[in-house]
């Protein structure tokens, strides 16, 4: 049942995000925008880690999860630092996916040719 939870999670915020792609002139970069500023408020009042609970790893997924990590490291850290954590645990659990998206895109950019 857990599969099948994750499978339809998935499933709706890719049904919602074509909905919003084509009945407004919002761009991607602006659909994908405004899922990680739902999913870091979702965290803000511990909403989303109850999604978690009830779905699993299929709420780790989508795009609202980056917000989600977000805000749950820059919570954390400030938990313990005081303010400047803030700044400091925003990157502490998305640090690997950052660093990962810059490596590829810029091996990328030195195999392949950009189209006119």
Same mark, same amino acid.
């Given at each position: 049942?857990? /599969?099948? =939870? $994750?499978? !339809?999670?998935? +499933?709706? &915020?890719?049904? #919602?995000?074509?909905? *919003? /792609?084509? =009945? $407004?002139? !919002?761009?991607? +970069?602006? &659909?994908?925008? #405004?899922?990680?500023? *739902?999913?870091?408020?979702?965290?803000?009042?511990?909403?989303?880690?109850?999604?978690?609970?009830?779905?699993?790893?299929?709420?780790?997924?989508?795009?609202?999860?980056?917000?989600?990590?977000?805000?749950?490291?820059?919570?954390?850290?400030?938990?313990?630092?005081?303010?400047?954590?803030?700044?400091?645990?925003?990157?502490?659990?998305?640090?690997?996916?950052?660093?990962?998206?810059?490596?590829?895109?810029?091996?990328?950019?030195?195999?392949?040719?950009?189209?006119?």
């Amino acid at each position: 049942m857990l /599969l099948f =939870n $994750s499978f !339809l999670f998935c +499933g709706f &915020i890719c049904f #919602i995000s074509q909905i *919003i /792609l084509d =009945n $407004s002139k !919002l761009t991607p +970069g602006h &659909i994908t925008s #405004i899922l990680v500023v *739902i999913g870091a408020f979702l965290d803000t009042f511990n909403i989303y880690d109850e999604i978690v609970r009830r779905v699993g790893g299929g709420a780790l997924i989508p795009i609202t999860s980056f917000g989600h990590s977000l805000i749950h490291g820059a919570l954390a850290k400030a938990e313990s630092v005081g303010i400047i954590g803030i700044f400091m645990g925003m990157f502490d659990l998305t640090a690997a996916g950052i660093t990962a998206a810059i490596i590829f895109s810029f091996i990328n950019t030195l195999i392949f040719n950009p189209k006119d």
